[in-house]
């Protein structure tokens, strides 16, 4: 994106304008699903201990490896019960819980890292906008689940590295559109007016130019989302994310890929709501896309 | 090609390489003593004296990265503590086996996207462009890890087709490289179709037209070249998500490759491999970055032109 296609995002009328483009725009019958499947899975990740019908480490050795209730296993394991009689469903509840608040957190820390990066390299320029642009070429360049891998290695597992590496995870692309944005609407006559009569730089960007990246930060957001979801069950499913007793749906898949043969369900529907996920926020992504973007109203999808 | 864009590139290569080694550097010094890392628990107090006397850790910080970047230009990574080899050996037996994985992704990445963007952009609207990008999008959304399960639980599990593991014979090769290769094409072909739209709609195509040249000889030698930029910007991108793909992919089919070996060192902290594995793929990465910038002066002789009007402005 050049910095004249952003100019028209950061028009000073109307600050919230485009929350009621939104509004005014109906949604398709593949984004409605896509909206009640996510409004579930928030549903299923605040609400666990009272959708889930066991509690996640409840073991019962008794009714190991029951296969789902329609596959003719107990009526009361509705998914199916894994190789300690753990519950499936109530299993992949509480993983969803963990995988949406770790994505959730990191992509908070990636947005304001970001975010307060572009806007500082944008401001200062010079020395202090190479170093910053320096840093995000650097993070383009290198497979970001590779770095994530080496850093685990040589610090060890804990949960706070976790958070915090797949919060790393995308912030140069909100630096990116944040420079872009502060670069072309520091050009323009408002945010020179305002200046002018003596505001405070930061409040200019909290109080005018920030409102009006929101939009572009929320696409970012919906193209974010997906890869943190998928760097967090990567790292899970491979062993060297959450670590049991925690779960998440990458372990859960991870797990369950040990008894592939024999009892498929304890990984399979972990790895189902994992690509629902996914798939739903990229369509709702690109959706609100075509919305919230004017460059791309009118033009061949 | 003139040698000043070339030599700019080479720089930035040469930087994005420094600040990897300087990040494992850091990495390495902040997670505590380096002898008491790179040599297991039951090194003995001769050999932690021994490492500490070769990697310079009594003297400055200043001294101690110079030393370390000195090793690393000479390919000295250290010694892996599984098998007492030098790191880089371990991992340049594992380079073949990945890149012929990696080689087989890439070409079924480029034999499916390229043309079916190209045919969705040709026939825009049609069933044929509305089935592909369903395709895209399902082959965006799908963890890869999951795709490989999924392969693996039917053709492996129920069919009985294709062995789900190790490697040997092209049957072996067959479900990581489709694994591996389909997310990436499904990425491909969209950057092609809506770059092929972009062209399609130049006024320099209807002027073909106009000039009566055939439609296959206008797709062919007006729109394809013009295409083909983002579409190798794209694809150089997506050479780090193969490696990092491979990653997975290589532990869920069990492929002796670098990404096996980067888990299994991960998880032994075997530390002088996984910096060795690092390294390399960082080496990788900006070389192919420095092939795809230099392809595109090659496509697109306009792209020097402007750099060289921005260095000079």
New interface residues.
């Given amino acids: 994106m050049t910095s004249t296609d952003l100019s028209a995002m950061a028009l000073p009328a109307r600050r919230f304008g485009w929350l009621t483009r939104l509004w005014k725009s109906r949604p398709s019958l593949l984004i409605g699903l896509s909206l009640a499947w996510l409004a579930l899975v928030v549903a299923m990740a605040l609400f666990a201990e009272f959708l889930a019908p066991y509690g996640y480490a409840d073991q019962s050795l008794l009714k190991r490896l029951q296969p789902p209730a329609a596959l003719g296993g107990l009526p009361e394991y509705l998914l199916g019960t894994d190789n300690l009689g753990r519950d499936v469903l109530s299993r992949v509840i509480y993983a969803m819980r963990t995988s949406i608040l770790i994505a959730l957190m990191g992509t908070l820390i990636g947005a304001c890292v970001g975010t307060v990066l572009g806007i500082v390299a944008a401001h200062f320029r010079g020395w202090v906008d190479d170093f910053i642009m320096m840093l995000v070429d650097f993070q383009a360049a290198i497979p970001f689940l590779i770095v994530a891998l080496a850093v685990l290695a040589f610090f060890g597992n804990n949960f706070v590295l976790l958070v915090v590496l797949i919060g790393l995870f995308g912030w140069d692309g909100y630096a990116r559109i944040a420079r872009g944005l502060v670069l072309s609407t520091n050009g323009q006559g408002y945010a020179f007016a305002i200046r002018t009569l003596g505001v405070h730089p930061a409040k200019v960007y909290i109080r005018h130019v920030l409102p009006n990246m929101m939009g572009v930060i929320m696409v970012q957001v919906t193209l974010n989302f997906p890869e943190i979801i998928l760097l967090e069950t990567s790292l899970s499913f491979l062993g060297l994310g959450v670590q049991p007793p925690g779960t998440s749906l990458g372990l859960l898949l991870g797990e369950g890929r040990n008894y592939l043969a024999t009892a498929w369900w304890i990984g399979i529907p972990a790895g189902v709501v994992i690509f629902l996920t996914t798939l739903a926020i990229s369509l709702v992504g690109d959706w609100l896309r075509d919305r919230l973007d004017p460059n791309l109203k009118g033009k061949p999808a | 090609m003139n040698p000043g864009f070339i030599l700019s590139k080479l720089a930035?290569g040469s930087?994005?390489l420094l600040?990897?080694v300087s990040?494992?550097f850091i990495?390495?010094r902040a997670?505590g003593d380096p002898a008491q890392?790179m040599l297991s628990d039951e090194a003995s107090p001769a050999a932690i004296a021994t490492f500490r006397e070769r990697w310079g850790l009594d003297r400055s910080y200043l001294e101690q990265y110079l030393t370390y970047l000195t090793a690393v230009l000479q390919g000295d990574f250290g010694t892996s503590f599984r098998d007492g080899r030098p790191a880089l050996d371990v991992v340049m037996e594992r380079v073949p086996v990945t890149l012929l994985l990696g080689f087989t992704a890439l070409l079924i990445t480029l034999v499916l996207g390229i043309p079916s963007g190209i045919i969705a952009a040709l026939f825009?609207g049609s069933w044929v462009d509305r089935l592909t990008m369903s395709f895209t999008?399902?082959g965006?959304?799908?963890?890869n890890?999951?795709l490989g399960?999924?392969l693996?639980?039917v053709f492996s599990?129920t069919l009985r087709w294709l062995p789900s593991s190790g490697t040997g014979s092209f049957w072996h090769l067959l479900m990581p490289a489709l694994t591996l290769g389909t997310a990436a094409a499904a990425t491909i072909a969209r950057f092609t179709r809506?770059s092929m739209?972009d062209v399609l709609?130049q006024p320099f195509m209807r002027t073909a037209k106009a000039k009566g040249i055939a439609h296959d000889k206008r797709i062919l030698r007006h729109a394809l070249p013009n295409a083909a930029i983002p579409v190798v910007t794209v694809l150089g991108?997506r050479i780090?998500?193969l490696?990092?793909g491979a990653?997975?992919i290589e532990?869920?089919f069990a492929w002796p490759g670098l990404g096996m070996l980067?888990?299994n060192?991960?998880?032994q902290?075997d530390?002088a491999v996984?910096?060795a594995?690092?390294l390399l793929?960082?080496f990788t990465?900006?070389v192919v970055?420095l092939m795809v910038d230099l392809a595109y002066g090659w496509l697109d002789p306009r792209i020097e032109v402007h750099n060289r009007r921005v260095a000079k402005a």
Wanted: zero cysteines.
């Fill in positions: 930035r930087l994005t600040l990897t990040f494992v990495v390495l997670s890392i825009r999008i399902l965006h959304s799908i963890p890890f999951f399960i999924i693996i639980l599990m809506s739209l709609h991108m780090g998500g490696i990092g990653v997975t532990t869920v980067l888990v060192s991960v998880n902290r530390l996984v910096q594995v690092v793929i960082a990465m900006v970055n």
